[in-house]
């Protein structure tokens, strides 16, 4: 798979196989993390991987799930992510660490694209609680993390009617609107 087309198949995920993913696949994520652009090259960033599968329980129970989904939803219990990558900050005071953690956040996802992974990634979750349940020294901060696993969903894009939230139809596919090229562009001038 080119870059592009794994930017364009991609889509966040939020319902998982049941299957593990290898170590060495995990790893080669966080290096690509790794060699994201870097804010005057600080790399304040370093990441936890998790595929312990009770602490990828106790930490799904921090995360908020699907904001625009009505009522309330979260994967079952047979649709949970397999692992997280958490994304970690030793350097709060670089001003730019939230420009490298979406950087290397991209590469991770495009990287699981390319693998055939589903990935999400997730900012609504408790930070101090997860940075509690995985023993991460005071000197780090939680920033984000990411879901994986094997897809068993395939969202479908839809055409932006002015709203942009994300919805299931009757079948529970995940429908997402994205603004069309021609609306969100413009060349030589506005």
């Known amino acids: 798979m080119n870059v592009y087309d794994a930017i364009i198949s991609r889509r966040s995920i939020r319902r998982f196989q049941q299957k593990p993913i290898s170590l060495v696949l995990l790893?080669?994520?966080v290096n690509a993390a790794r060699l994201a652009p870097s804010a005057a090259n600080l790399q304040s960033l370093e990441y936890f991987?998790?595929?312990d599968k009770e602490l990828c329980s106790m930490i799904f129970e921090k995360i908020?799930?699907?904001?625009?989904?009505?009522?309330?939803w979260a994967p079952g219990e047979d649709e949970r992510p397999v692992a997280y990558i958490v994304i970690?900050?030793?350097?709060?005071n670089n001003k730019y660490y939230q420009r490298d953690v979406g950087l290397a956040s991209e590469n991770i996802?495009?990287?699981a694209e390319e693998e055939g992974l589903g990935s999400c990634i997730l900012c609504n979750i408790n930070k101090e609680k997860i940075q509690e349940i995985l023993r991460i020294p005071n000197e780090f901060d939680v920033d984000s993390l990411i879901a994986l696993g094997y897809k068993a969903e395939y969202p479908v894009?839809?055409?932006f009617n002015g709203s942009v939230k994300y919805w299931r139809?009757?079948?529970?596919?995940?429908?997402?609107p994205k603004k069309c090229l021609d609306d969100i562009i413009h060349i030589n001038r506005f």
């Open 64 to 72: 908020g799930w699907a904001g625009y989904i009505t009522p309330k």
């Open 109 to 111: 996802v495009l990287m």
């Open 49 to 51: 991987i998790v595929t």
């Open 157 to 159: 894009v839809e055409e």
């Open 169 to 176: 139809d009757e079948k529970d596919i995940l429908h997402v």
């Open 88 to 92: 970690l900050v030793n350097d709060t």
């Open 27 to 29: 790893k080669k994520f």
